[in-house]
């Protein structure tokens, strides 16, 4: 039921899915939907939830790791980059887009797994970072709020607004992501880190 809802959410919106339509296309029953979910809301909402955790969840173990921070953050940020213009990723954004204020009990568990989420995950890392002298990230929650802009804002906006956003091809998502990545780490890298990053990549970060 999940998986069909899914998929109708994709093809028609919130508005356009009916139970009628989930039923028919998973076989389930009315009284099984009714008894695990609640109804439509129910239903989309627990869709969302698990969509958007498997989404941030694999985000997230790409912040567990032992690699150097500018090797991880370039990780991290290229799954991002190449997950949300996905197919599946750019069609959820644009009902979000056009029919989340209608939602918004949805919209904010959406948030509350998903973007939020992964805000948090990053804080949690460049605190970590910090503590161990890579970084100097004196407020995570904002410089993780920063980094993820930098690395999709501009195309979540032309997800957003466009009705056939243009595809961006793997060669343009790694030169935007090593931009972000230098970028940020050019204000936010630790001395002694900044210096090691100037012996392995010819001086990409000013001394």
Not at 137 to 151: K, N, T, Y
């Amino acid at each position: 039921m999940m998986d069909a809802a899914w998929q109708l959410l994709l093809e028609k919106g919130f508005s356009g899915v009916t139970l009628n339509d989930v039923i028919a296309r998973s076989g389930g029953s009315r009284t099984t939907l009714y008894e695990a979910f609640g109804g439509k809301d129910g239903l989309l909402a627990a869709v969302m939830t698990e969509q958007c955790s498997e989404f941030s969840e694999e985000l997230h173990i790409s912040l567990e790791s032992d690699l150097p921070p500018r090797d991880t953050l370039m990780r991290f940020a290229k799954k991002l980059a190449t997950e949300i213009l996905t197919e599946e990723a750019i069609r959820f954004t644009q009902i979000l887009f056009t029919e989340g204020q209608h939602f918004r009990p949805m919209i904010d568990n959406f948030i509350a797994h998903g973007p939020q989420s992964t805000r948090t995950r990053l804080a949690r890392y460049l605190r970590r970072q910090t503590e161990a002298g890579f970084l100097a990230v004196e407020d995570p929650d904002c410089s993780a709020e920063m980094f993820i802009s930098m690395v999709v804002g501009g195309w979540q906006e032309q997800m957003e607004k466009v009705h056939n956003p243009r595809s961006h091809s793997t060669k343009q998502i790694d030169q935007r992501v090593r931009t972000a990545v230098d970028i940020f780490l050019s204000g936010m890298a630790s001395i002694n880190y900044r210096e090691t990053l100037g012996q392995t990549r010819d001086g990409f970060l000013p001394t």
